[in-house]
């Protein structure tokens, strides 16, 4: 029998006990029946969100401060940082808008965010390209308007599709993502998504496991052993696609570090 490395094992197992982390359904029951000895929480109702404790904002929600992109494209609107491009308004290739607050290692990110039109992202764990000013490299948060690709986990100017959204993977050293298990099928989830409205995004990064969760919901998780690509900390930025026309507004952006 072909034996599982050690440190797949190892990650496989903390993925798994935060999948146990999941906001409960509305209504779920606190345990197995009256007289079953069994509650979630003092009074044996449904357990409660995680509080939300050591976040900073990063954004002021009024100036451009601690950011970095090309001014063509991007400015401060109604309390967001808004990225647009027009038809005949076009970057030469994607373009992102960098913070330059740090590059964060283990950290957890939450934000909110609203797209109309074509493609856009978050950045994270990312480079700058040294020859393409404001162009990044690095794991994406993806999002699209046609909710195709929204909720997965892509890397930029590198591997591609790393984990789709539903999936659990798993990339070994200079391998392709392999699936390990499912989060739920594909067009249930797309369900969560507003695509004309606010959508909260909320992403976990610890040691070699990304996760990736919209509105509450797990949409996408990695387990990344592929150590001569992956990225162990890095930039955070916001991405202008080039292509149809699009509109990125992000707001009450915060990190925790870990």
Known sequence: MKRLPIAFLCSLLLCIVIQAWQPPQTGQGAGRGAGAGRSAGAAGGPIGPLE???????FDGRTMNGWDGDPKFWRVENGALVGQTETDKQPVQNTFLIWRGGSPANFELKLEFKLT??????QYRSIELPDIKWAMKGYQADMDGEQQFTGQIYEERGRGFVAMRGQVTYIGDGKKPQLVGSLGDSEALKGFIKGADWNDLHIIARGNILLQVLNGHLMSE???DDTANRKMDGLIGIQVHRGPPMKIEVRNIRLKKL
């Open 222 to 224: 990695l387990i990344d």
């Open 117 to 122: 039109g074509f493609n856009s992202g978050i």
């Open 52 to 58: 939300e404790t050591g976040f900073r904002p990063i």
